[in-house]
């Protein structure tokens, strides 16, 4: 069964930093691109980063210079890392990953996986 799981949000001050993570877990073939979305209340949810398998990394144009993403192949884990937070990062923050894994059929199969999602609030 594969999971991801993500690290607990936090309550933060403006300015203030917090740094997510996202793990993956099953009998993982291999992990392509992987990534971040959130979710702020009464609006759709939106893309953060994605990095892919090389560690090539792309971000929503607004976030550039405040959010890093990273990821530990090894360790199939992904982060991300929010500087210099305002309150209209907050929101519910999701992590996916696109991977193969092998199934209880000894099968490989391709499918995107989410995270449970993590709740952040920041406040001024």
Do not use: H
């Amino acid at each position: 069964q594969v999971q991801l799981v993500e690290s607990e949000g936090k309550d933060v001050q403006a300015g203030g930093s917090l740094r997510l993570s996202c793990a993956v877990s099953g009998n993982i073939l291999r992990i392509d691109d992987m990534g971040w979305y959130r979710q702020a209340p009464g609006k759709a949810r939106e893309l953060v980063a994605i990095t892919s398998s090389g560690g090539d990394a792309n971000y929503a144009d607004s976030l550039k210079g405040r959010f890093t993403i990273s990821r530990d192949n090894a360790k199939k884990t992904v982060f991300l890392q929010m500087n210099s937070l305002i309150p209209g990062d907050t929101a519910v923050y999701y992590c996916y990953a696109n991977l193969v894994y092998i199934d209880y059929a000894s099968q490989y199969v391709a499918q995107k996986y989410w995270g449970q999602g993590t709740q952040v609030t920041v406040s001024s």
